[in-house]
């Protein structure tokens, strides 16, 4: 590996360690991942927003092979390279979120959630058909999680939405143990309403026990000035329990534990509640239409 590294990338590189899916090394005292290639998506798109943030923000960088190609072949497995500028296992925050997507990339893009999720549930409805009875947590919430789900998608097709919008800077997903690293890959980012990624702070918040959360709110109410549209998207969004399908997909392809879903299911009631708090939060500032079932649990804040 060290000999394919330095060959195809034309860097000296003393050693080098393998961390689950990438290798580590330095190079002039600068660190360096390569990262197996996944399914990342357009991975030409990928690497021009990159080439726009690279100056403006502290996103890893995206390292061409000698033959100025993004993605190398060794051994017939797929590799890219990031150079990494910030190696900080800090965990994020609501305002580090906002500054990326503030970066000068945007795209004009036709983006459907509602389409979407219901894509995403067709699939994972046929995995668990398919294996559910190796997983019984799973056959157990599945129906819950699919219900917030079918909710979230028709809050979604209420909203107007705005054909002209700007998508900005987010992630494909914001995991619960994510760091500022994390948040600063370039294999994790897509363009989508710049409230995607807020909402996925919010839930992650509840689970990582963010107690400052609200005040993080506060602020990006008082500041950011979205419009009754991007709340609305926001609602929809919460209502949709990405982190539970995230897991879901650990277990059935990546063959994690199933245990690792039992601190959700066992939090749901307070969810619920925490959920009814960000609604009322928002609805203090925008006109927005009921969440019915969740009403019961809205508390001023």
Same mark, same amino acid.
């Given at each position: 590996m060290k000999n394919f590294i330095e060959y195809f990338y034309n860097v000296k590189i003393d050693n080098i360690t393998m961390e689950d899916k990438f290798y580590t090394?330095? $190079?002039?005292?600068?660190?360096? /991942? +390569?990262?197996?290639?996944?399914?990342?998506?357009?991975?030409?798109? *990928?690497?021009? *927003?990159?080439r726009k943030m690279i100056n403006n923000t502290l996103v890893s960088e995206i390292i061409v092979n000698k033959d100025n190609e993004i993605v190398s072949i060794y051994n017939g497995v797929k590799y890219i390279l990031l150079k990494i500028y910030v190696n900080i296992k800090n965990d994020i925050s609501l305002k580090e979120i906002v500054l990326l997507s503030k970066s000068d990339a945007t795209g004009?893009?036709?983006?459907?959630?509602? $389409?979407?999720?219901? &894509? &995403?549930?067709?699939?994972?409805?046929?995995?668990?058909?398919?294996?559910?009875?190796?997983?019984? +947590?799973?056959?157990?919430? %599945?129906?819950? %999680?699919?219900?917030? @789900?079918?909710? @979230?998608?028709?809050?979604?097709?209420?909203?107007?939405?705005?054909?002209? =919008?700007?998508?900005?800077?987010?992630?494909?997903?914001?995991?619960?143990?994510?760091?500022?690293?994390?948040?600063?890959?370039?294999?994790?980012?897509?363009?989508?309403?710049?409230?995607?990624?807020? @909402?996925? =702070?919010? &839930?992650? @918040?509840?689970?990582?026990?963010?107690?400052?959360?609200?005040?993080?709110? /506060?602020? %990006?109410?008082?500041?950011?000035?979205?419009t009754v549209f991007e709340a609305k998207l926001l609602i929809a969004r919460l209502l949709y329990p990405s982190f539970y399908f995230e897991m879901y997909n650990d277990i059935l392809i990546d063959n994690a534990e199933e245990k690792i879903l039992i601190d959700i299911i066992s939090r749901i009631d307070d969810y619920e509640t925490y959920l009814g708090n960000v609604i009322g939060f928002v609805a203090h500032y925008y006109n927005l239409e009921e969440i019915e079932w969740l009403k019961k649990n809205h508390s001023n804040i």
């Open positions: 090394f330095y $190079s002039n005292d600068s660190l360096y /991942k +390569l990262y197996v290639y996944e399914d990342y998506g357009d991975i030409n798109l *990928i690497y021009n *927003i990159n004009d893009l036709n983006i459907n959630w509602g $389409s979407l999720w219901e &894509k &995403k549930i067709d699939y994972l409805e046929n995995l668990i058909n398919e294996n559910g009875k190796k997983y019984p +947590l799973i056959v157990d919430s %599945f129906n819950y %999680f699919v219900g917030l @789900a079918e909710n @979230a998608i028709s809050y979604y097709n209420m909203i107007e939405i705005n054909k002209g =919008y700007q998508y900005v800077i987010s992630h494909k997903e914001i995991r619960f143990n994510d760091t500022l690293e994390d948040l600063y890959n370039p294999l994790n980012i897509i363009y989508d309403y710049r409230v995607r990624d807020v @909402a996925e =702070y919010i &839930k992650r @918040a509840f689970f990582v026990n963010n107690k400052f959360i609200w005040e993080e709110l /506060k602020v %990006f109410f008082r500041d950011a000035m979205i």
